[in-house]
């Protein structure tokens, strides 16, 4: 298969060719109608003053006809008007082809002029009188060397980075997720450049995260499994209610921790809520607070989503509130610059400097806490960031311990 550069920089010569071969042809066209043939119709009418009648002796006429070719200093050749030869003087020119215009012979090309008595004289054409078609044809034909010439480091330069380009695609698609090509140029070419290094960047963060998800996931979910195992083998041994309870906490929370998984799977997967309708984040808050021992103040705020998982946002940090905070916990609902606030603060120590973001990383531990990791958080921040919001450890000078999540707010006309 051709290059794509050889495709392009083909089609500029053709077209180029294609250009002086038109242009040649239309001259040649043009310049047998007039004003060409009025100015040979004239030339006939002065040749034939200068030369003696169509009856006078044939040496009469050679004679004629050289002191005529000494006189414009080229050769001449003179037909009856059978087209056969009556004189010469100077190298042999060839007949006329029936009809005025330019004749074609070994020492190159000459003009055919008729006589008003029917005669034909053919005329060598000096070289600076020579075809003016010839010239432009030469003149154009410089011209398109010259644009291809220079068209060949352009095009050549072109497809030279989309070669790098494709070897980019090539090499990520290869497992190297840490490919990325030169952005050359500020064309449509370095804008694809642009867009490829994004979206490799972007399947990078995403591929490390699975990665991470899968390792943290895999070593988290062995802390359940091995408490199930071990609640069956002593069950076994001696059958326990208490056991029997420990057994359902374990399978509780190993479920959880599934169906957070899942969760934060299909949320990196679709990059967008499954649902896009207005709900009211103040009632969403009351409905959960409701489930946990906690007050509920502020005012409506609606909000653009999916209920299910802004649903989801509040429990997770309700939970996490009451598994790693201390009680009484408060929920807060204002507005603020065209934004949804909610903040919901316990009476907790809050979390240590420096681990303000490392708190939303999945599976991450606080030093000295007892009560496992999960992906509580990190989900809040997905949700929010999903919604176009965020979430962040916003610590009040009186309650150290305080997440806060931003969402825009929805206006109506």
């Avoid at 071969?21 to 200068?50: C, H, K, V, W, Y």
């Avoid at 053919?122 to 010259?146: K, Y």
């Avoid at 806490?369 to 992906?375: Q, R, S, T, V």
Wanted: glycine share 8%.
């Amino acid at each position: 298969m051709r290059r794509l550069y050889r495709k392009i920089y083909l089609t500029i010569v053709a077209a180029l060719l294609l250009v002086v071969l038109i242009a040649g042809a239309l001259f040649r066209i043009g310049s047998a109608n007039a004003p060409f043939g009025q100015a040979l119709d004239m030339a006939g009418e002065l040749t034939a003053a200068a030369l003696p009648p169509a009856d006078a002796p044939q040496a009469v006429q050679q004679q004629a006809l050289d002191r005529l070719a000494r006189r414009v200093k080229t050769d001449l050749a003179m037909f009856d008007a059978n087209l056969r030869p009556i004189a010469f003087s100077g190298r042999p020119l060839p007949p006329p082809r029936r009809g005025r215009g330019w004749v074609r012979g070994r020492g190159g090309p000459g003009w055919a002029i008729r006589l008003p008595d029917l005669r034909w004289v053919v005329v060598r054409a000096p070289r600076r009188h020579r075809s003016p078609a010839i010239g432009l044809v030469l003149f154009l034909g410089v011209i398109a060397l010259v644009v291809a010439v220079c068209a060949f480091p352009v095009v050549r330069g072109l497809t030279r980075r989309l070669e790098k380009l494709q070897a980019g695609v090539e090499t990520l698609g290869a497992g190297h997720l840490a490919t990325r090509v030169k952005v050359e140029g500020k064309d449509e070419v370095a804008q694809l450049a642009e867009s490829f290094n994004q979206a490799a960047a972007r399947i990078e963060r995403l591929v490390s995260a699975n990665r991470m998800l899968l390792a943290n996931a895999s070593h988290e979910l062995r802390t359940p499994l091995s408490r199930i195992r071990l609640g069956i083998e002593m069950m076994e041994a001696k059958p326990d209610p208490k056991y029997a309870a420990e057994l359902k906490r374990d399978i509780a929370e190993l479920d959880e921790l599934i169906d957070e998984i899942l969760l934060a799977s299909r949320l990196q997967a679709t990059g967008a809520p499954q649902a896009d309708e207005e709900v009211d984040l103040l009632a969403l808050a009351a409905e959960e607070c409701a489930r946990y021992e906690c007050e509920l103040d502020g005012e409506p705020a609606m909000v653009r989503g999916d209920p299910r998982l802004l649903r989801r946002m509040i429990r997770n940090l309700l939970e996490n509130a009451e598994r790693h905070g201390e009680p009484p916990v408060n929920v807060r609902l204002h507005r603020a610059d065209n934004r949804a606030v909610l903040e919901v603060i316990d009476a907790g120590p809050g979390i240590p400097p420096g681990q303000h973001e490392r708190v939303f990383a999945p599976f991450h531990r606080l030093a000295g806490d007892p009560k496992g990791a999960g992906l509580g958080l990190a989900l809040v921040r997905q949700i929010a960031r999903l919604h176009g919001g965020d979430a962040t450890a916003d610590p009040k000078p009186d309650r150290p311990s305080c997440f806060a999540v931003t969402l825009p707010l929805v206006f109506r006309l």
